[in-house]
């Protein structure tokens, strides 16, 4: 694996200064035009050349007629041509001394014999060159630390810290809204397509070294190379988390990921057998899939898997230590000298046990300072999940009671939240344990999103946090059971 990112064989292909574009045209109806405007639209900074025989132009940019005519030799081809003239075009690119290409031009292994027979050809022609490429059959790469996406729908949100290889093309491009939601995005995205030449293998290589990724997620639908992939992937866990989304287990998802890139998908048996040799976590939802990816990528590793709940409603705190004791968490009782010093902090109406339900309180700033402080300053506890429910209107009451002018109530409210939330990542970083949220507010609520701004992750249901919670204490303890 390399060292360094700059030296992985990937590095130009995923951080190139030029780019030639094959396929785009002034047509918006056209796959090439929308990812070509894709491009534009993030603000890549490199040269683009579209490469069209006719237009002069191509979305504002100075088109060429040939690869031959370009000014220099790009970094990275992308090429979404019809299948029929895609080899002609790599042969070009080729002699043009080329070195990177994209594929995104699909009718390869995926349809059936003769699309092998071509993927073949395709495959001996870039070996001719010393080409490296994605696909066919692929988006390609979306990295927004360096403000490249080739793929067909615009990047939103901010570059984060998720790195993702994906055997489904568009699987990458419908996530971007997704994370975007959940406050979360990208380091890099690849889509490998039909791996034709790189692969998932070599995807995961390049993540292990990229310096912007936390946390590795995969989309399989099939594992061609098993022991490869479990000696790879085992260097990689050690380093950084893995974790695996499967979607070839069942029958139906056999055959529709045969159709879909022509993967023979095998028995899930035989899957958590790989995963669980190689270290690598298995989701088994897409929402499962990031959630794990969020708390691993943004808490401080635990020391056991202990969990300490915190609520101000009972049933909440019921059914998040429901979840947690089902996903193998323990729940520890509440030590008495814990609980001699939450009765100075919790109304005679609350409870003092494990979970502490706060029920109702006319110190409503305890909630987020000393309570939780109380909390992860004992040594009984390796994690705070604390339920939230914040409405702003709440806010806007106390500010009312307060005899803040109407007009001043919205501005400071938002600066009161950012104060809660300040105290509470001032905790994390004063304690080093992890302090997970979980509310069935929208993850765009004022109040959760500046939790997540200060990497304080809120999940959005007890069951998903225990989910996500067992999966962070699994990785940081192999040792620990759980489901």
Same mark, same amino acid.
């Given at each position: 694996?390399?060292?360094?990112?700059?030296?992985?064989?990937?590095?130009?292909?995923?951080?190139?200064?030029? #780019?030639?574009?094959? $396929?785009?045209?002034?047509?918006? &109806?056209?796959? @090439?035009?929308?990812?070509?405007?894709? =491009?534009?639209?993030?603000?890549?900074?490199?040269?683009?050349?579209?490469?069209?025989?006719?237009?002069?132009?191509?979305?504002?940019?100075?088109?060429?007629?040939?690869?031959?005519?370009?000014?220099?030799?790009?970094?990275?081809?992308?090429?979404?041509?019809?299948?029929?003239?895609?080899?002609?075009?790599?042969?070009?690119?080729?002699?043009?001394?080329?070195?990177?290409? #994209?594929?995104?031009? $699909?009718?390869?292994?995926?349809? &059936?014999?003769? @699309?092998?027979?071509?993927?073949?050809? =395709?495959?001996?022609t870039t070996h001719r060159y010393g080409m490296r490429f994605l696909g066919p059959n692929c988006l390609g790469v979306a990295n927004p630390h360096h403000k490249l996406n080739t793929t067909f729908l615009p990047y939103q949100g901010d570059a984060g810290f998720l790195g993702m290889v994906s055997q489904s093309g568009s699987f990458i491009t419908q996530m971007f809204d997704y994370l975007s939601r959940a406050g979360m995005g990208f380091s890099t995205a690849i889509s490998v397509g039909n791996e034709a030449d790189i692969d998932l293998v070599e995807g995961l290589k390049y993540l292990a070294a990229c310096p912007h990724t936390k946390v590795i997620n995969l989309y399989i639908e099939t594992i061609r190379n098993p022991k490869k992939f479990i000696e790879v992937a085992g260097a990689v866990t050690l380093k950084k988390p893995v974790i695996a989304y499967y979607v070839g287990g069942s029958e139906s998802g056999k055959q529709a990921c045969l159709s879909h890139t022509g993967a023979l998908s095998g028995p899930d048996r035989l899957y958590d057998g790989v995963f669980r040799q190689s270290g690598i976590i298995r989701a088994w939802s897409i929402e499962e899939l990031f959630d794990m990816g969020a708390i691993l990528g943004s808490v401080p590793a635990p020391h056991g898997d202990r969990v300490v709940i915190q609520t101000h409603s009972g049933g909440p705190g019921a059914v998040a230590a429901d979840a947690c004791d089902r996903e193998g968490l323990k729940i520890p009782p509440m030590p008495d000298s814990v609980k001699?010093?939450?009765?100075?902090?919790?109304?005679?109406?609350?409870?003092?046990?494990?979970?502490?339900?706060?029920?109702?309180?006319?110190?409503?700033?305890?909630?987020?300072?000393?309570?939780?402080?109380?909390?992860?300053?004992?040594?009984?506890?390796d994690i705070l999940l604390i339920y939230l429910l914040l409405p702003k209107h709440m806010f806007t009451r106390m500010m009312k009671s307060l005899g803040v002018p109407e007009n001043q109530i919205a501005t400071e409210t938002e600066k009161l939240i950012d104060e809660l939330a300040d105290k509470i990542e001032e905790l994390v970083q004063t304690y080093g344990k992890p302090v997970i949220g979980f509310s069935f507010h929208s993850q765009e609520a004022f109040f959760i999103k500046r939790l997540r701004a200060r990497n304080i992750p809120v999940m959005q249901s007890p069951h998903r946090a225990a989910r996500a919670i067992a999966a962070l204490c699994r990785y940081t303890n192999p040792n620990i059971s759980g489901s």
């Amino acid at each position: 694996m390399p060292v360094s990112i700059s030296d992985s064989p990937l590095y130009k292909l995923i951080n190139p200064d030029s #780019i030639a574009f094959f $396929g785009a045209s002034n047509n918006f &109806g056209s796959m @090439g035009t929308s990812q070509l405007a894709s =491009l534009l639209g993030l603000g890549f900074e490199g040269n683009i050349y579209p490469v069209h025989p006719k237009e002069p132009t191509v979305l504002g940019l100075k088109a060429y007629q040939s690869v031959a005519d370009l000014p220099e030799t790009p970094d990275l081809a992308v090429i979404i041509l019809p299948t029929r003239i895609v080899l002609d075009t790599v042969t070009q690119c080729g002699e043009k001394g080329i070195k990177n290409a #994209i594929i995104v031009s $699909g009718g390869f292994r995926e349809v &059936g014999a003769k @699309g092998r027979d071509l993927e073949q050809t =395709l495959i001996q022609t870039t070996h001719r060159y010393g080409m490296r490429f994605l696909g066919p059959n692929c988006l390609g790469v979306a990295n927004p630390h360096h403000k490249l996406n080739t793929t067909f729908l615009p990047y939103q949100g901010d570059a984060g810290f998720l790195g993702m290889v994906s055997q489904s093309g568009s699987f990458i491009t419908q996530m971007f809204d997704y994370l975007s939601r959940a406050g979360m995005g990208f380091s890099t995205a690849i889509s490998v397509g039909n791996e034709a030449d790189i692969d998932l293998v070599e995807g995961l290589k390049y993540l292990a070294a990229c310096p912007h990724t936390k946390v590795i997620n995969l989309y399989i639908e099939t594992i061609r190379n098993p022991k490869k992939f479990i000696e790879v992937a085992g260097a990689v866990t050690l380093k950084k988390p893995v974790i695996a989304y499967y979607v070839g287990g069942s029958e139906s998802g056999k055959q529709a990921c045969l159709s879909h890139t022509g993967a023979l998908s095998g028995p899930d048996r035989l899957y958590d057998g790989v995963f669980r040799q190689s270290g690598i976590i298995r989701a088994w939802s897409i929402e499962e899939l990031f959630d794990m990816g969020a708390i691993l990528g943004s808490v401080p590793a635990p020391h056991g898997d202990r969990v300490v709940i915190q609520t101000h409603s009972g049933g909440p705190g019921a059914v998040a230590a429901d979840a947690c004791d089902r996903e193998g968490l323990k729940i520890p009782p509440m030590p008495d000298s814990v609980k001699k010093e939450l009765s100075t902090l919790v109304p005679h109406t609350g409870s003092i046990g494990n979970p502490v339900d706060i029920t109702f309180s006319k110190d409503r700033l305890a909630y987020f300072s000393s309570i939780p402080g109380c909390l992860l300053d004992a040594d009984h506890f390796d994690i705070l999940l604390i339920y939230l429910l914040l409405p702003k209107h709440m806010f806007t009451r106390m500010m009312k009671s307060l005899g803040v002018p109407e007009n001043q109530i919205a501005t400071e409210t938002e600066k009161l939240i950012d104060e809660l939330a300040d105290k509470i990542e001032e905790l994390v970083q004063t304690y080093g344990k992890p302090v997970i949220g979980f509310s069935f507010h929208s993850q765009e609520a004022f109040f959760i999103k500046r939790l997540r701004a200060r990497n304080i992750p809120v999940m959005q249901s007890p069951h998903r946090a225990a989910r996500a919670i067992a999966a962070l204490c699994r990785y940081t303890n192999p040792n620990i059971s759980g489901s």
